[in-house]
């Protein structure tokens, strides 16, 4: 990984390369494919969804009867994928001047604390290269009794700032490392909070869901008849809807197939927007690692390349659902993914989704 000159860990300039492409052929073969996508997983509901040049293609199925609202008007968990939108909201808070990503996370959350010598920031946060671990330490007894139902509730995020501000020390000197962790993303949603005086989901409510006019988006289960509902490994067994507790930042998203793809398409076509620079910050890569550097990551995004350009992608699962939200500007086109069955050994439904963006 690059060394920080910048409060990001390698913050870098590479702009996508553009280029004239066509995405999974005409529109008829992509319906095909969306259908052909649909068949292959095995889940009560799933949805795959495609914004390509603006034109919208949607194909519903799965194995459990219609649900009297159609499916792509259900709101869908999309768990870690929502770090994708606490990204964009970080980018914009900074590039409106609210912050500049090189805060102490924790001197935003207690700011009479003594800032330590290599202090865990925002930018460490959001990155994953805060050297914490994925769940704090004391995660694992409270969330034992709910394991199947509500591990994540019986969380909240009082104790996810306290874990994080008693911690004896990152693993690793922030910047240096990169682990994915919930833990950080979390934190990153709290200090932001204390450190603006804004509950985080008013944040993102006002600098991402209305300014996208994302009405269909929200942070907790609101309605039965609109929500979708998870189901456990079986494809048979109802979940709870998703409690994220402490760690709404890092997990909490729901929405419909059409806001997700409207979000996308913002990232696609950040010109002339007035979020267009927060558009084109989550698109820049920030730090590289693996052998050869050959893993790319933005603040909100993970980047392969493809023969015609790089692209851009998140997954996410809960107790009962996942989803995989992609973009690829060469082409121009956006995909949205979603199935109300939980992830299980040899589940294809990453697979198929990433696939399906990745070719030409």
């Known amino acids: 990984m690059t060394g920080p000159s910048t409060p990001w860990p390698g913050a870098e300039d590479d702009r996508d390369h553009l280029l ?172 932001v909070a204390a450190v603006t005086g804004t509950a985080w989901e008013e944040l993102l409510g006002a600098h991402v869901l209305r300014p996208l006019g994302l009405s269909g988006t929200a942070l907790q289960a ?38 997700l793809l409207t979000f996308l398409e913002a990232h696609l076509a950040p010109e002339g927007s007035p979020w267009a620079d927060a558009l084109r910050a989550v698109r820049t890569p920030v730090l590289r690692r693996g052998p050869g550097h050959r893993h790319v990551h933005t603040m909100a995004w993970f980047r392969h390349p493809t023969n015609g350009g790089p692209m851009y992608f998140h997954s996410g699962a809960t107790l009962g659902q996942q989803a995989f939200l992609g973009f690829r500007p060469d082409t121009g086109t956006a995909l949205v993914a979603l199935c109300t069955r939980r992830f299980r050994a040899r589940d294809s439904f990453i697979a198929t989704a990433y696939a399906l963006l990745a070719e030409e």
């Open 20 to 191: 004239a492409g066509g995405f999974l052929g005409t529109d008829d073969t992509l319906r095909e494919r969306l259908e052909s996508a649909v068949g292959a997983i095995d889940a009560p509901d799933a949805v795959f969804a495609v914004s390509r040049s603006g034109r919208r293609i949607l194909h519903c199925g799965g194995t459990a009867p219609p649900p009297r609202v159609p499916r792509q008007d259900l709101r869908y968990e999309i768990g870690s994928a929502s770090k994708a939108f606490a990204g964009l909201l970080l980018a914009q808070l900074i590039q409106r001047g609210l912050l500049t990503g090189g805060e102490s996370a924790a001197a935003c959350l207690d700011p009479g604390r003594r800032t330590d010598a290599d202090p865990v920031t925002l930018a460490h946060l959001v990155t994953h290269t805060a050297g914490l671990p994925a769940l704090p330490a004391d995660f694992y007894p409270r969330a034992l009794p709910a394991w199947r139902t509500n591990p994540y509730g019986r969380y909240p995020a009082e104790r996810v700032a306290d874990a994080f501000l008693r911690r004896r020390g990152p693993r690793h000197r922030p910047g240096t490392r990169w682990h994915y962790s919930n833990f950080g993303v979390a934190v990153l949603g709290h200090a």
């Open 222 to 259: 609101e309605d039965p008849k609109t929500d979708a509902v998870g189901h456990g490994k079986d494809g048979r067994t109802p979940t709870l809807a998703f409690d994220a507790g402490g760690f709404q930042a890092a997990g909490a998203v729901r929405a419909t197939p059409h806001d």
